[in-house]
Structure formats: C-alpha cells, structure tokens
C-alpha cells in the first residue's frame, strides 16, 4: 500500500506560481511512476503531468508544457508540481497518483494510488 498527500494548493493571481508536493509513505516510492490529474467542476479528470519511475521521463499535456514541471525527490518519498504563470482555466483539485512500475499513462484507470486532492485557485 502506498498513501499519497498532497499540498501546496491555495488562491494565487493569474500569471503567479505555486508549487504542489505529494507525499508519499509506505511502500518503496521510487518504483512507482506518479502523476499529477485535476479535476475542475463538471469536468472529467483529466491527466497534467507524470513522471517514469525508471528513466525519470517526463511527460506533459500540451496545455501546462513550458509552464509546469514534475520533479521527484526519492529520498524525500516526494513527487513536485512546479506550476509558473497560471492561468484562470488551471483552476481545479489537483490529485497525486500513483502506479507499480508504470509509464507514465494520461489514463486515470491506470493508477492504483491517489491523494485526497489539493484545490488550485487562479483568479483573473
């Protein structure tokens, strides 16, 4: 078993940053590819970032690329969200996922491990 808690999350104007850390406690983190997914209101949840267990391969949804950075931290057990010039549409909970070895899939399914979600607030 793996528990994911995130943070970070807050009111922030648009054009600022914040940055999102996930938390992870358990098992040995540094063989799980994590992710980061949000979910506005009325939205599905939808895939922001990941990053592969083995390479350390990033990968992005063309929305956030040049403007969000994951990053992990293995002795720490923490995966980070660097988000640089936030936009009102990046507004949502953001949730922490991880899975056993793993990709780097978009697809929620994917993931056996989530975080209770951080909200991200970007006023205009």
């Known amino acids: 078993q793996v528990q994911l808690v995130e943070s970070g999350g807050g009111l922030v104007q648009a054009g600022g940053s914040l940055r999102l850390s996930c938390a992870a406690s358990?098992?040995?983190?540094?063989?799980?590819?994590t992710a980061w997914f949000r979910q506005a209101p009325g939205k599905e949840r939808e895939f922001v970032a990941a990053?592969?267990?083995?390479?350390?391969?990033?990968y992005y949804r063309d929305s956030v690329k040049g403007r969000f950075t994951i990053s992990r931290d293995n002795a720490k057990n923490t995966v980070y969200l660097q988000m640089n010039s936030l936009k009102p549409e990046d507004t949502a909970v953001y949730y922490c996922a991880a899975e056993q070895v793993g990709y780097g899939s978009v697809f929620p399914s994917r993931y056996n491990y989530w975080g209770q979600g951080t909200q991200v607030t970007v006023s205009s």
């Open positions: 358990g098992r040995t983190f540094s063989s799980y590819t």
């Open positions: 990053i592969r267990w083995s390479s350390g391969s990033t």
